[in-house]
């Protein structure tokens, strides 16, 4: 049996390897293959191959992504039985990529018992991977000097009309409108394509706020992320204050979501309240 520090450091370099494969991939010629418009490129299915078996090779447990969901092999049915599994997301932020933005990212976590245990987010274009291990911390590290020591991080300690927001690429005037309602000033302008690194923020200290209307999340978006922002003294829930489960027949999460820098529960859920409230009519239901 794998310690967890061991499982960490496998998701660690797995990471970094492949987010380095698609720095690499940006600036060559094959640059073409991460061109297609739509939220699929060939590449995610080769990293997302690739991740898979380094991480099943090694540490034994299965690994679920965005492109193995699609296959009809009974995967769905045996994750059921699983107590331990992977959850990848070979680019978060596919359209960034894409477009030649450093707002993605490469996501690995795992899961025990439905609740996110190790996670791995590495943004090769920002230098930086973030880690965390259920109950022991979470840290961040420069790629390009993995020998020094992790640092490790917390959220902000800021709070009401302090608070800084993240706002994603696309419904940008809605969610600033509500940010405003909300009683946040701050941050309506720092726009982040890739959802995971979105929460990563909100980890390292730099944002407090992301909230998520409507459009659909995924097990392979959140689980790395979830316990990074979680060791870090954050909280990402679905909008009525509800943990994810990662061990669901169904990895799409509905509920929306909001990741806070509330040191409390109570605290977060009164948020994720008056974000309910202030859901858009399109957002209702």
Not at 2 to 23: C, N, P, Y
Not at 141 to 169: C, H, Y
Request: with cysteine.
């Amino acid at each position: 049996m794998m310690s967890d520090q061991e499982l960490r450091e496998i998701a660690k370099v797995t990471a970094v390897e492949q987010g380095a494969f698609l720095l690499q991939v940006m600036k060559s010629p094959f640059r073409l293959h991460l061109d297609a418009r739509r939220d699929e490129t060939p590449m995610d299915g080769l990293v997302a191959t690739n991740i898979t078996e380094k991480l099943e090779r090694e540490s034994g447990f299965p690994v679920y992504t965005e492109e193995s969901e699609k296959e009809e092999d009974g995967r769905i049915i045996a994750r059921e039985r699983e107590e331990t599994h992977w959850w990848v997301d070979s680019i978060d932020g596919t359209r960034r990529i894409q477009q030649n933005l450093p707002d993605w990212a490469v996501s690995i976590g795992l899961q025990r018992e439905g609740v996110a245990y190790v996670g791995a987010l590495c943004a090769p274009a920002y230098n930086k991977i973030f880690t965390a291990i259920q109950g022991k911390g979470a840290w961040v590290e420069n790629i390009d000097s993995l020998d020094d020591a992790p640092k490790p991080i917390s959220v902000s300690d800021l709070q009401g009309s302090d608070r800084r927001a993240l706002v994603g690429t696309t419904d940008t005037e809605t969610m600033r409108d509500t940010y405003r309602a909300m009683g946040v000033r701050h941050g309506l302008d720092n726009i982040v394509g890739s959802l995971a690194l979105k929460i990563a923020m909100i980890a390292k200290g730099s944002s407090d706020i992301y909230l998520k209307y409507g459009a659909k999340a995924n097990a392979w978006d959140l689980c790395a992320v979830e316990v990074i922002v979680h060791e870090a003294g954050g909280y990402l829930t679905d909008l009525k204050g509800d943990p994810f489960r990662y061990d669901q027949p169904d990895p799409v999460f509905r509920n929306g979501l909001l990741s806070s820098n509330e040191k409390e529960l109570a605290e977060h859920k009164k948020l994720c309240h008056l974000a309910r409230e202030l859901a858009p009519e399109k957002y209702r239901k």
